[in-house]
């Protein structure tokens, strides 16, 4: 499956942003699919991921109640609806994808073998 992620920029603190990953090749639904942020300096981390179920969903503690995972199957996509950002979740995000992702790797890099290439997300004070 190839990975394509856009919608990025810059925003103000307390603005939202809408990121989408659009899929080709493969049935997105039949991965697990999860976003991950890499800001400068720092290591690639989690945060937030979806099984196959749209019910079962993930979310680091740092974006939980703030940002929402979900996935559009017809237009075979992947959404991450960011609300109220902070300057504090800058960073290039990539989505990524995998059909053997155990639970307890949902949360992992190295859960995922397909990754997009990576937007911007920049958040002022």
């Known amino acids: 499956v190839q990975l394509q992620a856009f919608g990025g920029g810059l925003v103000q603190a307390g603005d939202s942003l809408s990121l989408s990953c659009a899929a080709s090749?493969?049935?997105?639904?039949?991965?697990?699919v999860a976003w991950f942020r890499q800001a400068p300096g720092k290591e690639r981390e989690f945060v937030a991921g979806?099984?196959?179920?749209?019910?079962?969903?993930y979310y680091a503690d740092s974006v939980k109640g703030r940002f929402t995972i979900s996935r559009d199957t017809a237009k075979n996509t992947v959404y991450l609806q960011m609300n109220s950002l902070k300057p504090e979740d800058t960073a290039v995000y990539y989505c990524?994808?995998?059909?053997?992702?155990?639970?307890?790797?949902?949360?992992?890099?190295?859960?995922?073998?397909?990754w997009g290439q990576g937007t911007l997300v920049t958040v002022s004070s």
């Open positions: 990524a994808a995998d059909m053997s992702t155990t639970l307890s790797a949902v949360c992992d890099i190295r859960g995922y073998n397909y």
């Open positions: 979806l099984r196959r179920s749209q019910s079962n969903t």
């Open positions: 090749g493969r049935t997105l639904s039949n991965y697990v």
